[in-house]
C-alpha cells in the first residue's frame, strides 16, 4: 500500500507548480521544478526543451513498456478570476489556481505513482514518467519532440482530469482551410460572381453531412464551420474569394485521410489540412488495465476532447482526478481528496498487470 508521504509530496509539488506560472512555450520554470524534485530522490532523468522524463530504476530494455505521461502547461489564466490564479490557496478541501485540475493534479498523481513502483525489481513492464509542455496548444515541442528518444511504448497512461474514470477512446482533430474562388464586380451593378454565395453549399454540405459509421463510444464524426472571411472589406465590392475554417472531430471509425477523401469528393472548394497529427487514439475493452478498472467500479466513456493521447503511437487510455468541466474556467480548483483518489486509482489498477 502506497503511503502519506507520497501523498503530501505531491500536494507540496503541485502547490509549487501552479505558483510558477508555466503558460504553453513558457514553462521552463515548471519544468525545473519537477527535475529539481526527482533530483532530490535520486531519480536520473532527461530533459529536452520544457519536457523532462525519467525510467523505473531497473529498467529492463527486454520488458514492455509502459508510459505515463501528464502535462504542465497551462492556457492563459481566465480573465473572469477573482482569485490570484497563482496563489495555491486551499480552502474547504480544494486547492486553487491555475493548471490544478488540468492537469496538474493528474501529473504529480503520476510522479506519485511512478515514485511507488520506482525501486521495483519485480515488474512485468518498465515504466518511463514524461511531464510534458505545449500540451494546451498542441505544439509541436512537447510529447511529440522526444518520443523519438524515448523506447517503443506499449501501452500509455494520459493524465488528464476524468474524475479517475477510464476515457477509453478520444476523438481526433483535423482542421481544415477551404477556400473559394469568385470574381470581383460592383455590388450595385449585375457584375462579378459572388464568392461567398458560391462557398454556401459547401458550408450548408459540412452542416448536414452524416458519415456513416458511428462510434459506440465516440458517437459521429463531427464538422464545424468555425470561422468565415473574404479579402473585401468594402461593402459595395462583390467579393472575388472566400475563406472559412471547419473544425472536424474523428473518431476511431476513420482515418484522418479518409475523412478528407470523403469531404474532397462532395464540395468543390479547395481544402487543405492544416495538419494531420491529432488522431483518434483509443484501448480495446479487453484491455488487462480497462478489465482492471471495470472490476474496481470504473466506467469506461469516450471522450470528445483531445489531448496529448493523439500524438502518442501507442495502445492509450486517459484517465485521472479532477473535472474536465473545471479546465479553463476561471477560480479553477482541485479537491484534494481527489488527488489522494488518483493515486490510490493509479496504483491499484496497476497492480492488476504489472
Avoid at 129 to 152: F, H, Q, Y
Avoid at 304 to 310: L, M, R
Avoid at 319 to 347: C, F, K, N, V
Wanted: with cysteine; charged share 20%; glycine share 6%.
Amino acid at each position: 500500500m502506497w503511503n502519506q508521504q507520497l501523498y503530501d509530496d505531491a500536494v507540496k509539488l503541485l502547490q509549487s507548480l501552479i505558483a510558477t506560472p508555466s503558460i504553453s512555450r513558457e514553462e521552463q520554470g515548471t519544468a525545473q521544478l519537477i527535475g529539481n524534485f526527482l533530483k532530490e530522490r535520486d531519480i536520473p532523468y532527461q530533459q529536452h526543451l520544457n519536457n523532462i522524463w525519467a525510467k523505473n530504476k531497473y529498467f529492463d530494455p527486454a520488458k514492455p513498456v509502459i508510459l505515463f505521461n501528464s502535462h504542465h502547461d497551462t492556457v492563459k489564466p481566465n480573465p473572469q478570476y477573482t482569485r490570484d490564479p497563482f496563489s495555491p490557496d486551499v480552502v474547504d478541501g480544494r486547492l486553487y489556481g491555475l493548471g490544478s485540475n488540468d492537469a496538474g493534479g493528474c501529473l504529480v498523481s503520476l510522479i506519485a505513482t511512478f515514485l511507488h513502483f520506482y525501486e521495483r525489481n519485480d515488474l512485468k513492464y518498465n515504466l518511463i514518467l514524461t511531464a510534458t509542455a505545449e500540451e494546451e496548444i498542441s505544439g509541436v515541442n512537447g510529447i511529440e519532440s522526444i518520443l523519438a528518444s524515448l523506447p517503443a511504448i506499449e501501452f500509455a497512461i494520459v493524465g488528464e482530469p476524468t474524475q479517475t474514470q477510464l476515457a477509453i477512446a478520444e476523438k481526433g482533430l483535423m482542421v481544415l482551410d477551404c477556400t473559394v474562388h469568385g470574381k470581383a464586380g460592383h455590388a450595385a451593378r449585375d457584375e462579378g460572381e459572388n464568392a461567398l454565395y458560391k462557398a454556401l453549399p459547401d458550408i450548408e454540405w459540412f452542416r448536414t453531412y452524416r458519415y456513416p459509421k458511428v462510434s459506440e463510444t465516440l458517437g459521429p464524426v463531427k464538422m464545424s464551420v468555425t470561422v468565415i472571411n473574404t479579402s473585401n472589406k468594402a461593402h459595395n465590392v462583390v467579393p472575388a474569394d472566400c475563406t472559412f475554417v471547419v473544425d472536424v472531430r474523428v473518431t476511431e471509425q476513420y482515418t484522418l485521410e479518409q475523412v478528407l477523401e470523403i469531404i474532397k469528393e462532395h464540395v468543390q472548394c479547395e481544402v487543405k489540412p492544416r495538419s494531420m497529427r491529432m488522431r483518434p487514439s483509443g484501448i480495446p475493452l479487453d484491455h488487462p488495465f480497462v478489465l482492471g478498472g471495470i472490476k474496481h467500479g470504473k466506467t469506461c466513456y469516450g471522450s470528445p476532447t483531445t489531448s496529448d493521447q493523439a500524438l502518442i503511437p501507442a495502445t492509450s487510455i486517459k484517465m485521472g482526478p479532477g473535472d474536465s468541466a473545471r479546465s479553463h474556467t476561471a477560480d479553477e480548483y482541485i479537491y484534494l481528496d481527489e488527488i489522494r483518489q488518483g493515486i490510490d486509482s493509479y496504483i491499484k489498477l496497476l497492480e492488476e498487470i504489472l
